[in-house]
């Protein structure tokens, strides 16, 4: 369901958008709605690639072999 909203823009603004939407053969409304559904696509994805990335380093990594120990860290 759509639902209308107002927005203020400058006048010279609205008239290079009314050019590129005319070239496009669309109208403001649709590329505005086409641009902010990519944006809101677009951080989507950001935020799951983050909650992965976040979940793999909370869980670790695991490289063999086994810890350390005190004298060796120091060993000189």
Same mark, same amino acid.
């Given at each position: 369901?759509?639902?209308?909203?107002?927005?203020?823009?400058?006048?010279?603004?609205?008239?290079?958008?009314?050019? @590129? *939407?005319?070239?496009?053969?669309?109208?403001?409304? #649709?590329m505005?709605?086409?641009?902010?559904? =990519?944006?809101?696509?677009?951080?989507?994805?950001?935020?799951q690639?983050?909650?992965?990335? @976040? *979940?793999?380093?909370?869980?670790?990594?695991?490289f #063999?072999g086994?810890?350390?120990?005190?004298? =060796?860290?120091?060993?000189?």
């Amino acid at each position: 369901m759509k639902q209308n909203i107002t927005l203020a823009l400058e006048k010279d603004l609205l008239s290079e958008l009314k050019v @590129l *939407a005319a070239r496009k053969s669309m109208s403001i409304s #649709g590329m505005l709605s086409s641009q902010l559904r =990519e944006i809101v696509e677009q951080e989507k994805q950001y935020e799951q690639c983050k909650n992965r990335a @976040l *979940a793999s380093l909370r869980q670790g990594y695991h490289f #063999g072999g086994r810890p350390a120990s005190r004298e =060796e860290l120091h060993a000189r």
